[in-house]
């Protein structure tokens, strides 16, 4: 027997904001607070940034920066439910056209 997969968990819709523009992206709230959970998110971006040769435009501007604490992030909505929160973060994608958003699946 397989175990059924959650759809009540909290997402986070967060948005991280560079000299060079904006991204805006979702991950699950898997942290305590929602800030612990949304500057371990960006903790991986920077992480991936550094040590893959990613061409995409979030990776390339983390590139430029020395530390992670860099980074200036901060969430935007709190969604319950992982359907509801890409398809919430879609919509944000859409109205705010954030630049180093490179992924425009659904928009």
């Not at 009540?8 to 819709?13: A, G, K, S, Y």
């Not at 992206?25 to 960006?42: F, N, P, Q």
């Not at 991986?44 to 990613?54: D, G, I, M, N, P």
Request: charged share 35%; with cysteine.
């Amino acid at each position: 027997m397989t175990r059924k997969k959650r759809e009540d968990r909290n997402h986070i819709i967060y948005e991280i904001r560079t000299a060079q523009g904006s991204y805006i992206g979702v991950t699950a709230k898997t942290e305590s607070t929602v800030l612990k959970s949304i500057r371990s998110r960006a903790a991986k971006h920077f992480y991936r940034a550094k040590t893959e040769s990613k061409n995409w435009l979030l990776c390339q501007v983390l590139r430029s920066y020395n530390s992670k604490d860099e980074i200036d992030i901060r969430p935007l909505e709190l969604v319950r439910g992982k359907a509801a929160a890409h398809k919430r973060e879609v919509e944000l994608r859409r109205e705010l056209r954030p630049a180093l958003n490179t992924d425009t699946r659904g928009d």
